[in-house]
């Protein structure tokens, strides 16, 4: 089975080259509001991210992916983050461009990295926080067979005296891939 590969599209390690990529993507202050990023960050930082990163969860802690078509094409990036040894569990971050949106490709990344996390590195859970306005989302991480599993009050500040909600989405692995 491949984790990584479909007849639409690759999920691969990240590489040097993908230093652009990264650079429009974490410094797009509209998806700033839905996670909590609150500044840009430096090519040079990023260089440095994408130079260090082994894709080894056990060493990184994370497993950072550039989402592809078959031709090469960069549309998203999927991380999985914050990997706990002690409980199996990891948080998943997505994030696909706007003119790939709504086909579908999300959801194909997720399941992938969904199965691979159960499969291969026999985790336990999968979880994302989502904004709670962040409808798309919720969507996605539901149609992928996450589910609500508790709410964050006043998690995000979306401006000085505006918070918003967040939702964990949890996925437990065993039950879906045993």
């Known amino acids: 089975m491949n984790y990584f590969k479909s007849s639409r599209l690759v999920l691969r390690a990240v590489e ?20 909590v990023t609150t ?9 440095r991210f994408l130079e260090q990163a082994s894709c080894d969860v056990y060493a990184d802690g994370r497993v950072p992916l550039v989402i592809t078509l078959h031709d090469s094409t960069p549309i998203g990036l999927i991380d999985m983050y914050d990997y706990s040894v002690a409980h199996q569990r990891a948080e998943v971050g997505i994030v696909v461009r706007t003119p790939w949106q709504r086909q579908g490709y999300a959801l ?5 990295l969904s199965r691979y996390a159960a499969c291969h590195l026999h985790l336990h859970q999968l979880y ?26 006043d998690w995000l500040c979306r401006d000085v005296a505006e918070y918003v909600d967040a939702s964990i989405f949890t996925l437990f692995l065993r039950q879906s891939f045993s």
């Open 16 to 35: 040097p080259e993908d230093l652009e990529l990264y650079y429009q993507i974490e410094n797009d202050t509209e998806l700033w509001r839905n996670n």
């Open 39 to 47: 500044a840009p960050f430096s090519r040079y930082a990023l260089r």
């Open 108 to 112: 194909e990344a997720l399941q992938f």
């Open 128 to 153: 994302a926080i989502v904004a709670a306005d962040n409808v798309p989302a919720a969507r996605l991480f539901s149609k992928a067979g996450f589910r609500v599993s508790g709410r964050l009050a």
